[in-house]
């Protein structure tokens, strides 16, 4: 019988329930499960798994634009909170919530130790100094803590059409001198 026991007495037909049900219950694959379950869920109850899944406010709630975002950072949440602390968990939460985001450490630019930066492409979202209070928050939430954030530089980028026209005007001055022979 396993340590994890659902048999509250000493029951032989309860330790066999126990075991037919632990060895189901290993062969589910979870994460189709929560993936699944997450996409079908309206709109209304997801700042509830939101809640549910430790990921309100400055875990990535609060930059979540779309529900799409926000049904992501959830499906993503356990994952998260496993790698909390590393460079791949900024990473992933970038990636997660749409931002193109890269880490420098400090050994990589010759800054103090334990320093990092990021650096940010922002596509279609404004930056003012609230967002950029939360994504500090976003950021001291998921780094090491003993590292440092040194600087975030924001690129800002947008997608949009552009004409270009040009013009070239030439000009050109030929001076022709003739001398005749008699003369």
Known sequence: MSKNSLAPINDVNLKIFDEICEERF???NLDSLLVSIIDNVPADALPHLAEQYHITGDEGWLQALSDTEKRNLIKSSIKMHRYKGTKYALEEIFKTL????????????????????????IFNRSINEETETKLRALIDEYKNERSWLEEIQFH???????????????EETITINSRSKNG
Not at 108 to 121: A, M
Not at 156 to 170: D, F, G, K, N
């Open 26 to 28: 290993a062969k589910l």
């Open 98 to 121: 749409n931002i193109v985001g890269n880490i420098e450490e400090w050994f990589n630019y010759g800054g103090n130790p334990y320093h990092f930066k990021v650096i940010l492409q």
């Open 156 to 170: 800002l980028s947008t997608l949009a059409r552009m004409h270009t026209y040009a013009a070239l005007i030439e």
